[in-house]
């Protein structure tokens, strides 16, 4: 089987990160409206700000304890159907919940997961963000690329195909895989244009793709090693797992668990995660087949 380069690292705040093992990052949603509710450290509800930022703290905790190697953070939830929240209050969402994170774990390696260069910029500057997660490739802001290539932080690019409230309308592949990776390679030199380094290619599993898609890109993903690039998969729970079984997200942790055991021996770098113990144990069995021998 097809395996990925080893010796990928990125530039962390001034410092060489390597990914010559797999890494695990962890969700964490300042939304109300996530599609799986385990993520979401907004209430739907009224409640205070200590409240929301115990939950956030505790969340926090949670990944670090487990293992978790980065921390990923949303202010606008691009589950399929979902609207847009505006700038404002993205921005505000993010204020409030990075000073929390960056109060409990100052060195936490933190991404968000924004598509707007204005937000992005903001977290870097004022919070330290290290790396930046787009969704949609800098389709949905034009200043996006450009701002990356100034910040200099590395920058998570991702296929989709439409927008979160239209993505899951007949999305049409001839090829899935060959498009996806063709895509991705061109906006990634558009990227070195502007000067950017450090790309993690993220083939957007869910993001306008059927559960055919989903798993063409799975059985094929080996491909993905021709960008040359590290590979990041977010899988978690998702609609591809639960749907196998006419379930729900809430039952979606086996499933998840199973997929990223291919996606690890198959080259996966960044393991983007809901339950990041079950995945921790995953890298390492992974880790212990592959090397037995650093057992004893």
């Known amino acids: 089987m097809k395996t990925s380069p080893s010796d990928y690292t990125l530039n962390i705040g001034g410092h060489l990160y390597s990914l010559a093992r797999p890494v695990v990052m962890g969700i964490l949603n300042l939304t109300p409206d996530s599609f799986y509710p385990g993520s979401r450290m907004l209430s739907a509800e009224q409640e205070t700000p200590e409240a929301t930022a115990h939950r956030i703290r505790q969340r926090v905790r949670t990944i670090l304890v487990e293992g978790g190697d980065m921390i990923d953070v949303g202010a606008c939830s691009a589950r399929p159907g979902s609207d847009e929240v505006s700038t404002a209050e993205e921005m505000q969402r993010l204020s409030e919940g990075l000073a929390v994170i960056r109060d409990e774990a100052p060195e936490a390696i933190i991404s968000v997961d924004t598509y707007r260069a204005d937000v992005a910029q903001m977290c870097v500057r004022d919070y330290g963000v290290q790396i930046i997660n787009d969704i949609s490739g800098g389709e949905l802001d034009r200043a996006m690329f450009h701002t990356i290539g100034r910040l200099g932080v590395p920058y998570i690019l991702m296929h989709m195909q439409g927008k979160p409230r239209d993505m899951q309308n007949q999305p049409h592949y001839d090829d899935v895989t060959a498009e996806v990776i063709s895509y991705l390679a061109r906006r990634a030199q558009q990227l070195r244009d502007h000067g950017v380094t450090d790309i993690i290619a993220d083939p957007g599993f ?60 198959k080259g996966a770098h960044i393991l983007r995660v809901h339950d990041v113990r079950a995945a921790v144990e995953a890298v390492r069995i992974h880790e212990a087949c592959c090397h037995p021998q650093t057992l004893q």
């Open 206 to 265: 869910g993001f306008g793709k059927t559960l055919v898609h989903n798993y063409e890109m799975m059985q094929h993903l080996e491909c993905f090693h021709e960008l040359g690039m590290p590979l990041l998969i977010g899988i978690s729970r998702k609609s591809m797992i639960y749907r196998l079984f006419g379930t729900s997200p809430l039952e979606a942790l086996n499933g998840t668990t199973a997929l990223h055991v291919i996606a690890l021996q």
